[in-house]
């Protein structure tokens, strides 16, 4: 794994975005891992570990998360912000064609991306997040996005964060291996999230409404594997069984997992490992 850099640039000036890379830098088979709203790159650790021997795996860190720079006018955290950085981070690669892995808000990004004309996406993976986004769910992100609240220790940071995350039955160390990267020491030697608050000032500038994202879905023509938590409250039963119905979208249902399937246990990881390696990626 090595840690990267590049510049990209938002309304206020030009900002640091982090990635951590996988595998041979000289493949021009190329993978994108992008995460959820408060997470990071490094939720892909173990998927990334995985596929590096067929792909060069990029994992970014969102601006204003992880080891990404924070943005000086917190209304620029919005995804047309994310879909520049994202379009620089491609060019970055210089592959033609890339496949991409996204959760939650990547899986947006994702969808967003492949719908646009000429898309680079050559293969897409949206993970528990669809064309319908209820109110419901988006209230229950609102209670925890952009809080920042110091703990004592990291034990404390790991119940918390497993307390709001119901990624399903994960083991000690695997919550322990998706937390860490998310926290940082305080000079006090208490732990805070590695995260800007102000993604919370952009997420409750509106009210907190259902959002349709239909269009975008219906104008994607690349392959696609939409997974999903079975007991997930953001991609609805309802809705996964909508979009599935297309005839180039396969639909995976993990049990006992809500939102979100983190790529942890074997039947995750080889599910999106058949898939990607279904398609090869031309350069």
Excluded at 270 to 277: A, P
Aim: hydrophobic share 40%.
């Amino acid at each position: 794994m090595k840690n990267n850099f590049y510049a990209a640039l938002s309304p206020s000036g030009f900002h640091r975005v982090h990635y951590t890379e996988w595998g041979d830098a000289a493949n021009p088979r190329v993978l994108i891992c992008a995460h959820g709203l408060t997470r990071c790159g490094r939720d892909f650790d173990t998927l990334a570990q995985l596929l590096s021997t067929q792909y060069r795996v990029i994992c970014p860190d969102a601006a204003g998360r992880g080891e990404s720079d924070w943005l000086a006018n917190k209304a620029d955290y919005n995804y047309p912000q994310y879909l520049n950085d994202m379009t620089a981070l491609i060019a970055r690669t210089g592959a033609s064609e890339v496949h991409w892995v996204g959760t939650s808000m990547g899986g947006i990004i994702g969808m967003l991306l492949a719908a646009l004309p000429k898309s680079p996406i050559a293969r897409l993976v949206v993970n528990d997040v669809g064309i319908f986004l209820p109110k419901s769910a988006l209230e229950r992100i609102n209670q925890y996005v952009g809080k920042s609240p110091a703990f004592a220790d990291i034990e404390s940071v790991i119940k918390a964060v497993r307390a709001v995350s119901p990624f399903g039955p994960l083991s000690d160390d695997e919550w322990r291996t998706l937390t860490l990267p998310l926290i940082k020491p305080t000079d006090d030697g208490k732990w805070i999230f590695r995260y800007d608050p102000g993604i919370g000032d952009t997420f409750r500038a509106a009210p907190i409404v259902d959002i349709d994202l239909s269009p975008y879905w219906h104008a994607i023509k690349c392959p696609v594997l939409l997974t999903r938590g079975a007991d997930s409250d953001l991609l609805l039963k309802s809705t996964f069984d909508e979009m599935c119905a297309k005839s180039h979208v396969h639909g995976v249902e993990f049990a006992n997992v809500g939102h979100a399937p983190m790529f942890q246990t074997e039947d995750q990881l080889h599910t999106v490992k058949d898939f990607l390696l279904a398609g090869k990626v031309s350069n």
